[in-house]
Each structure stands twice: as C-alpha cells, then as structure tokens.
C-alpha cells in the first residue's frame, strides 16, 4: 500500500540513525495500535535520548498504515510556518546562511517547509509563532499523508532515506536563537503573534468568578482568536471554566477552533487540566469591553448563587474525582512480612543487631546470600536456578551496609568463605575467572551506582568495563547449561577458553537512589540489562536507632542451617558433591524441587497476566522488565522453599504467592522510577527533576515563586522552557489560586499517581 511508511521505509531510517516514532494515521502525532485501535503513544518522547532499535521498527511496521514522525533530540527542525511564499523562501535562505545549508528540505502544505539540522548538543527549541525550533521533546510528521493536502510530504531535494543522520549540518542553541531573532526582524507586524493584554479598567462584573452562559457566548465572540499567543490562549480557557464551569467546554473548542494552530484533542485535553480558583467572567468581559463589545441590557452577566448551591464545574470535578488512580500493577500491593526457615532467620538476626534496621535490604540480601549457597545444587521443574541479581536503594548513612557484614560473618564462621566474591570487579575477564574457579559465588558490592556508571555508558568507558554488564546479562542465562568462554587466537594456555558449568552468579549491590538513577539510561532498560535485577527501596531510610546493637555472636543454628543448605541437603553421592568445579564434564547434578497444584496454578495465572500486560505495554522499553517477572518470582519462591526445608522442599501456594507479589511490586515500582528518574541527558534529567518537585507536593500545587525556590539548579529561561514544555506534554497544569493582594500562578501535577 502507498501509506504503509513505517512496513516500508522504517527499517532504513533506523539503519541512518534516526529516532523514528509512529505517527497515528491521518494526523500529526505519536500513536500506537493497541486491540485493534489506534489511540495516544504517551510515552514517545524516550525516543528523543536514544537511537530507535530495529526490533520497535519491526513491531511498529505490523501497524496498519502507520505513518513515520522522527523525535527531536538529536535531530532539530527549523519550522517555518509561513504562507507567503516570498518570505518563506527569504525566512529559508536565512536559516541555511546562518545555520548552515542542510540537504534536508521537507515540505507539507506549500509554501510551508521545515529545514532539518542535528544538534551538537540536545537543548529545548524557542517558539515564536509562526516560527518554530523543533529540538529536545519534540517532533515533525517526515513520511505520511499530511492531513490537510492528503497528499505525502515532499522531500524535494535528499531525504533522511539517503542522507544519514550524522552527516547532517550542526547547530547549538545559541545559533538557532540568533536565527529566531533575525527571523522575526523579518516579519511583518500582522504575521507576529498576538496577546491580550489587560489594561487598569476593572471588570464590570460584581462577581470575578461567576457568570451566565448568554453572556459568556456574546463576550467570547467579541475576543479573536486567530493567532493568539499560548499563555492568552490559557487564561481565556481558564476565565471561560472558571464562569460557567464544565458547560463553556463546546465554547471554548469552538472559539479554539478559530485559530489555524487548533488541535482539537490537545484543546479536550487542556480544558480538562484547567482548575480556576480565582479567574472568571470578569476576565472575559474585560476582554471583550476592550475590544468593542457593548453588552444587550437583557444580558444577566452576573452568575453569582449562594455558596451553599452546587458549583457550576461540580460535575466535572466529582467525575475527574472518581476516576481511579491509573492501575500499573496486576498484582495485589505488597506488605513486606518476614518469611519462615533459614531466610526469615537471617533476617532477624540482621535486623536485631543493625544500629538502623532495614528490612526491605535486610531481605534482598539474604535472599542473595542462600541464592548463592544454593547454586549447582537445587532447581525447579523448569531448570530455573537461584542465580539473583539484586540492588537495594537507601540513602547513605541509612544502614545499608549492615547486610553485607552479617553475611561474611555468617559465611566465615560456618566455613562458607568460598562463596564470597571481591568487594570490586576490575573487569569482564576477571569475573569470569573467579567464577571459573568458584562457579557459585555472592558478590556484594558497595556503592553500586557508582559502580554501574562505569560498566553501563557504552559510550566513554572502556571495553574491559562494559564486558562486565555484558557477562553478568549472559551468566544470568546460563545458569542451568555451559557457559562458554571467549575464544582467542593465541591458545598458549594462559589464553584457553573456559566453559563454566551451571554457574550460579548472584549479586547483591547497595547504593543511593539518586546515584542509580542517575547512572542508567533509557538503552539499559530496553537491553534487559536492568530487567533482570530486583530492585528494592528501603521504606524507611533513616529508621529509630537499635540501642541493642552491639558485639555480635552468630548463633548455631543458623550457622548449621546454611552449611546444610549449601551441602544441598546434606546428601552424599549423585554426582554433585562429587566434583564441584567448573568444567563442562564435572558431574553437577541439582536436586529437582517439585511444586505443589495450588504453587503451579498461581504461576499459570501470573503467565497469563504477564501477558496481557506484554501485550498492552508492546513497543515500550517495560517490557523486557514485565518479561523477567515471572522468572524472578520462581527463583524467589525457590529460595524461600529451600529456606524452610532444606532436605526434602516443595515450592507450596505460600511460597508462590509470597514471592509474585513481592517481585511484581519491585517491577512495578522500578518501571514506575524509570519513567520518572531515568535520563540520557542534562535537558531531559531537568525536565524529570522539575516535575519531581511538582508532584511531591500532591494536589496542593506550589506557587511559581515557591518552584523557582526549590529548582535552583535551573536559570531562569531554562526553567521557563522546562515548565512550558510540562504543562504543553499534559505533565504540569496552571493553576490560578487567590492570595492576599492578587492571584498567583500555581502548578500541580497532572499525573494522579504521582499524588
């Protein structure tokens, strides 16, 4: 089919380097084809911090006629927005003397045309209507049926097929500025956009709030809307709420529809983010007056009831009320309860001699710690071993490191020691040979952020650093066959391959949220790198310190009980006592740990919600994370089994259930921090931050001057940019509140899980 870009050409746009996205068929923006239907793609600005991978170009192509947009980050448009078509060519010869001759012209609707550059750095393009800088957060329409023409947008010189993205002119923020400034010089008056201004003359109304729809339609008619800037756009919105509530909706997208920059689902969307407090009809006559309109003597335009009537937006805000919080999770919410057996015991011990006790660390790592002692010796039906990967988030001075003490003490007395790996991994080949010499080991790592920042950014650090990542994902996999080592074309004996047999990997790394947040990016989560770690947050970061806590003493029992977890069992014979190295024909044979119908039939329905949930979140950097959920929770469950019966365990219902609602709400909360904290760059980390501070505060809001207080990390046109751009993506609303002298802008989140 002629329309069917994306099954086309999608797969060579992202050969050139191109962040594509799909575009909904027949309009301008991000979508995504979900249950037979087109709909919203919210998420499509992740793919302005990184290259689009070939497998989201493979599933977006099975899209019907989904058309191709491409994400700006990277990439900046210059839009040029204009009908004359002598000044669009003279705006257009400007930009190429100025900015650089781009062999990238697209044209829409002629004489309209848009000029397409890369960014030395990613940054937030300035608007000017009809003059536009596309960078950081947004994007244009490059191949499908413009809307209005229905005709395919032209490329009449090259085309993003044939010119590769690197090869493309550079700009920086400063030149594209200098190119806006002249630009406007460059246009006539009638052509610059146009804002309401309010003169001293106050409003006729005795009411600022309330007013009558008769009056609100004939004061609207008189107020033009055929180009007006966006803050003029917002506070008419919101006079037009604020006086006849949730009937001015037809109104306002009607007198919207007025202007040629109209986008009918982002003007539904925006009247639903307006909460007026303060501003009204008076605000609309007062525009109106201003403007020539003589109001009818029959006009009631005073609305005012008594306060104990019901508000005219009253329906509108008990439905927005009622609307539940957006469900994320297909699991129950998870109480943390201290399990039974060896496990439970650990984590007693742990938290009764921590001077700041952590629970939610405390369990992670001695889930690692029997996870490891456990290795080569036990399985489930399914071959799934006790390899975890987990990473525990407190801040420091919190007690995090209390965990890891124990368990070398713990290992050390009961003559483990073996089992414990190095406090630091030099490189990919050095953790290989360890594990070659000891195949089932526990590495706790310290301060792991910091440590991930290193192996995790392909980009600056070294090979022998970002090996490691790439061993621990495979090992990770391994568990339950052959390892095999990298082959060298020097076999002198120091350079042998070497295959590891079953190995049994876990690790257990601490470290600060910010840190960790900080150090992943967008491509560790779509790689599965992150996906296949646990990831806890302690609850209570600075909790009453223990004034018990002192001198220690492992306790027996618990000393006994992991040295016959680590015999598996205590039995002798079959094989696996019988040669515990790492070579491929060492005979490692692992006790099968059955599983009860009622364990089997929660794992069964886990798999079946896990796949709705693939299926809802398909072309989205969760799944990898959704995929991994129901393989953790089994070795999970498997831990706990073997905890409590080391010599004959059983997977039962407890188990299952127990370890699918705490690995689900672990996967749930990552996914949730990633959308929230992961950033590929200073311009988006801004963006995340800034909105941070706007949702702690819940749905109370905060005042601009309080926000300019808390983000002083931000100048002030950046913060200006970063709060434009959150309240046009639909994160960030204006609120207008009353304050002794006059209203304040205010913001609050529109995101309700945030509050």
Request: charged share 25%; aromatic share 6%.
């Amino acid at each position: 089919m002629a329309n069917d870009f994306m099954a086309r050409i999608g797969a060579t746009l992202v050969d050139n380097g191109y962040p594509v996205i799909p575009i909904w068929p027949g309009t301008k923006k991000p979508g995504r084809f979900l249950a037979g239907t087109w709909g919203d793609y919210p998420a499509w600005t992740r793919h302005c911090d990184r290259p689009t991978t070939v497998i989201e170009a493979e599933t977006w192509a099975a899209w019907p006629d989904a058309a191709i947009g491409l994400a700006c980050g990277r990439l900046v448009g210059i839009d040029i927005d204009v009908l004359d078509a002598d000044l669009a060519h003279r705006l257009e010869r400007l930009a190429r003397d100025m900015l650089g001759d781009t062999p990238l012209l697209r044209i829409g609707r002629a004489p309209k045309r848009l000029l397409v550059y890369r960014a030395e750095m990613p940054f937030a393009g300035p608007k000017r209507a009809p003059l536009e800088v596309l960078a950081y957060g947004r994007q244009f329409v490059a191949f499908a049926l413009h809307p209005d023409t229905g005709r395919p947008y032209d490329w009449p010189e090259e085309s993003p097929l044939t010119v590769a993205l690197d090869d493309l002119p550079v700009v920086t923020e400063e030149s594209v500025r200098l190119w806006l400034d002249a630009a406007m010089e460059m246009l006539p008056a009638e052509l610059r956009p146009a804002s309401l201004v309010s003169s001293a003359a106050a409003p006729i109304s005795t009411s600022p709030q309330r007013g009558t729809l008769a009056a609100v339609r004939s004061a609207l008619a008189h107020i033009p809307n055929a180009d007006l800037d966006y803050d003029s756009w917002v506070r008419v919105g919101m006079a037009l709420k604020g006086a006849v509530g949730d009937d001015g909706a037809p109104l306002f997208a009607a007198w919207s529809a007025l202007s040629a920059k109209d986008v009918p689902a982002a003007t539904a969307k925006a009247w639903v983010s307006f909460r007026p407090s303060s501003i009204g009809a008076g605000t609309l006559y007062h525009f109106a007056l201003e403007r020539g309109w003589h109001p009818d003597p029959a006009l009631v335009l005073d609305g005012t009831v008594p306060k104990d009537e019901v508000h005219p937006a009253a329906g509108l805000l008990a439905k927005l009320e009622a609307v539940p919080a957006e469900q994320t999770s297909l699991v129950q919410p998870f109480d943390l309860t201290i399990p039974g057996g060896v496990l439970g015991d650990m984590v007693e011990y742990m938290l009764a001699t921590a001077r700041r006790p952590q629970p939610e660390l405390s369990l992670g790592a001695s889930l690692c710690a029997i996870g490891a002692l456990m290795g080569r010796k036990y399985r489930t039906e399914s071959n799934l071993r006790s390899n975890l990967y987990v990473i525990a988030l407190a801040d420091s001075g919190s007690g995090k490191n209390h965990s890891r003490e124990i368990i070398n003490e713990l290992f050390f007395e009961a003559g483990l020691a073996q089992y414990l790996g190095g406090n630091k991994i030099a490189s990919g080949a050095g953790l290989l040979t360890a594990l070659h010499r000891q195949p089932a080991m526990l590495l706790q790592i310290d301060e792991f952020g910091m440590f991930l920042e290193g192996i995790a950014d392909r980009r600056r650090s070294p090979r022998h650093l970002t090996e490691i990542l790439d061993n621990m994902t495979e090992l990770f996999t391994s568990a339950g066959g052959v390892f095999l080592g990298a082959e060298y074309a020097n076999r002198d004996g120091k350079n042998e391959r070497r295959d590891i047999n079953q190995p049994c990997l876990c690790v257990y790394g601490t470290t600060a949220p910010t840190r960790f947040w900080n150090a992943l990016q967008s491509a560790n989560v779509v790689d599965g790198s992150l996906a296949r770690f646990i990831v806890i947050a302690s609850s209570n970061e600075y909790p009453d310190e223990n004034e018990a806590a002192g001198i220690r003493t492992a306790p027996p029992a618990l000393v006994r009980r992991l040295q016959l977890i680590a015999q598996g069992g205590g039995r002798t014979g079959g094989g696996n006592l019988a040669g515990l190295t790492a070579g491929p024909a060492t005979a490692v044979v692992p006790m099968i740990v059955p599983m009860d119908d009622r364990a089997r039939a929660a794992f069964r329905d886990l798999s079946h919600h896990i796949t709705d949930r693939l299926r809802e979140a398909r072309g989205t950097s969760f799944t990898p994370i959704l995929a991994r959920i129901g393989e953790n929770a089994a070795k999970v469950a498997l831990i706990r089994a073997v905890s409590i019966d080391p010599v004959e365990p059983m997977i039962r219902c407890d188990d299952a259930d127990w370890a699918i609602r705490f690995v689900g709400t672990c996967a749930d909360r990552t996914m949730a921090d990633v959308d929230r904290r992961v950033a590929d760059n200073d311009i988006e980390r801004n963006h995340k931050r800034l909105l941070e501070i706007v949702r702690s505060t819940g749905s109370a809001g905060l005042t601009k001057s309080e926000l300019i207080r808390r983000s002083q990390f931000l100048d002030r046109r950046q913060r200006d940019e970063v709060i434009a751009a959150l309240v046009e993506a639909g994160m960030i609303e204006p609120v207008m509140k009353p304050t002794a002298t006059k209203p304040a802008m205010s913001f609050r989140s529109i995101d309700r899980r945030g509050t």
